[in-house]
């Protein structure tokens, strides 16, 4: 799949009050939800973060986003009982800004090639959000 692609498909990823872009970094896409309202944004604080992003590699649909998880900001996310959100790390460096990384990936769902798209993996993150953990 093209670079091109990739980025098609990522516009697609539009959410309410979110806006999606995308950026080369090297073999890899990192694409990027601002403005993002996670589901079950109650259980977060903030409610509505400033990014989203994950990385998709330049083999993707053969290769699945970045299985190790995905990244937000603000790094201070937590969870609204204040304490930080489990599975993520504390601030790491994503395209020069700090970021927190949250190791969420699905359990229940082995990347499938044929069917799987951004949307598919996109999806699966927000249902760890609606978790709310």
């Known amino acids: 799949m093209s670079r091109q692609d990739v980025k098609d498909q990522a516009a697609r990823l539009m959410r309410p009050g979110a806006a999606v872009r995308?950026?080369?970094?090297g073999e890899?896409?990192?694409?990027i939800l601002e403005m993002y309202t996670p589901p079950n944004s109650e259980a977060y604080a903030p409610s509505v973060i400033e990014a989203l992003a994950f990385i998709v590699p330049a083999t993707f649909p053969d290769a699945s986003p970045d299985p190790s998880g995905f990244f937000v900001r603000p790094p201070t996310i937590a969870v609204a009982s204040s304490k930080a959100p489990p599975q993520s790390t504390g601030e790491t460096t994503l395209l020069g800004q700090p970021w927190r990384k949250f190791s969420w990936k699905s359990q229940a769902h082995a990347w499938d090639p044929d069917t799987d798209t951004l949307e598919t993996h996109l999806t699966t993150?927000?249902?760890?959000?609606?978790?709310g953990t």
């Open 125 to 131: 993150i927000e249902n760890r959000f609606r978790r």
């Open 28 to 31: 890899t896409i990192v694409v």
């Open 22 to 25: 995308c950026v080369d970094e």
